[in-house]
């Protein structure tokens, strides 16, 4: 089934969901993205992968950064759409926590039904370029437009659960958005500056990633580490 995201307007001139070639530009560039880095990505060598010009990718996007936050939004509501999906009558909220962070860690299982969306590179692109998406001196203003209400979907989601486990938790939307940078962070950390993590590259990553931030939320919420098991 081909999941379809409604996300902010003002991300695109036109929604590339809705036509071959909006499909083709962002399966296309988060394969480029992957390759050769945001940096030294660029529309002209977009549109040479495509096969098309420049002109007709700037029909959807003002610029390389609407790209990019498009990719993280679609990407946060992946997440997001997700958890909703495992822990779709869970009971016990330790439980939706736990499954809610191996989302936060583990967002790469493809769907056959999106042929054009790659949710593994898609996944490794947000590790890597992610924070590019919002770190910039233009956020207020994006913010204002809507920009990043995908995020903020997200964000609240995991925050709720939070809030089942302890309803007067003070910190549930900072403990929330941690979770999901602190997860993408080690990654990027284990894998390209290892002495700023205590998890390992290798197969083992995601797993000990996990294992370390049920171990962060289970001590800051007073749970006992095994509950969610």
């Not at 439980?95 to 790469?108: E, F, G, P």
Request: net charge neutral.
């Amino acid at each position: 089934m081909e999941i379809r995201f409604d996300l902010c307007a003002s991300l695109s001139l036109r929604d590339p969901q809705e036509t071959e070639l909006g499909r083709k530009i962002i399966e296309n560039s988060i394969v480029l993205i992957d390759s050769i880095g945001f940096e030294s990505f660029t529309f002209k060598k977009l549109a040479v992968q495509i096969g098309s010009t420049e002109k007709s990718i700037y029909r959807y996007f003002e610029n390389k950064h609407f790209l990019l936050l498009f990719l993280t939004s679609w990407y946060w509501e992946w997440v997001k759409y997700l958890i909703e999906i495992n822990i779709k009558n869970i009971e016990s909220a330790p439980r939706k926590l736990k499954i809610a962070i191996q989302n936060l860690v583990t967002a790469t299982a493809e769907n056959p039904g999106n042929k054009y969306i790659n949710e593994n590179l898609l996944h490794r692109l947000v590790v890597q370029e992610g924070g590019k998406a919002y770190h910039i001196y233009g956020v207020d203003d994006e913010n204002k437009a809507g920009m990043f209400l995908s995020y903020k979907k997200l964000v609240k989601l995991v925050a709720d659960i939070i809030l089942e486990i302890d309803p007067k938790f003070k910190y549930s939307l900072s403990l929330s958005s941690n979770l999901f940078e602190m997860a993408n962070n080690q990654i990027f950390f284990a894998e390209h500056l290892p002495k700023l993590s205590s998890v390992a590259s290798g197969k083992k990553m995601n797993t000990n990633l996990i294992d370390m931030l049920w171990y962060f939320s289970a001590k800051i919420l007073n749970q006992d580490l095994s509950v969610s098991k």
